[in-house]
């Protein structure tokens, strides 16, 4: 009768040294390592990357905070020269009333007319100097709002994880700021 058992083939074994192994068991053993080694270089770039994002995540939060300090205080600024340019539009409109009852007495008074007359004239230029201060006003005030839009705009691609292109982009604004501040200067100096 023949037996039912299968004869293994005898695994091949390597004698170092006084001892022995089978090569099938070393080969297990260094792919163990290899897979071993594998993890480890997986785990340790893992890790790097994520402390690359934990700088990165600070940086922008940085960038947005400071952005933030930036366009509140050009918001501040924007909302006090709106409340200038107010003022100066009242006064204008205060200016008009003072021509109209001036116009209505010329024809009244002859010697008081060369003197209301002078005073028309005085009255004329200031309405022409506010118009122009006004038109000064309105044109920063145009641009101070552009400025802080562009800047809120910066602050929220800052916000959305692009704090490197949004910190780029905020430059050329900010100096668009720097000049309409300027320009504002130099409107309420003529004031």
């Not at 099938?24 to 071993?36: D, H, K, P, Q, W």
């Not at 201060?133 to 005030?141: G, I, M």
């Not at 809120?152 to 959305?160: C, E």
Request: aromatic share 2%; with cysteine.
């Amino acid at each position: 009768m023949r037996s039912s058992r299968v004869e293994r083939p005898e695994q091949l074994t390597l004698e170092v040294g006084g001892y022995s192994a089978s090569v099938m068991s070393i080969a297990v053993g260094v792919v163990f390592f290899l897979v071993v080694v594998m993890l480890l270089n997986s785990t340790r770039t893992n890790n790097a990357r994520a402390d690359d994002w934990r700088r990165r995540a600070v940086a922008a939060e940085e960038v947005a905070g400071g952005l933030r300090v930036v366009l509140a205080e050009r918001s501040r600024t924007l909302n006090q020269r709106t409340r200038q340019a107010n003022i100066l539009i009242d006064t204008l409109a205060s200016s008009r009333g003072a021509l109209r009852s001036t116009k209505v007495s010329l024809g009244a008074l002859s010697a008081r007319q060369r003197q209301l007359a002078s005073q028309t004239a005085r009255t004329e230029a200031e309405r022409r100097k506010l118009q122009a201060q006004r038109a000064a006003l309105a044109s920063v005030a145009s641009a101070l709002s552009a400025c802080s839009q562009a800047l809120a705009g910066v602050v929220s691609d800052a916000q959305r994880g692009q704090p490197k292109a949004a910190l780029a982009k905020a430059e050329p604004h900010l100096a668009k700021c720097s000049r309409a501040q300027a320009r504002l200067g130099t409107v309420l100096k003529q004031a």
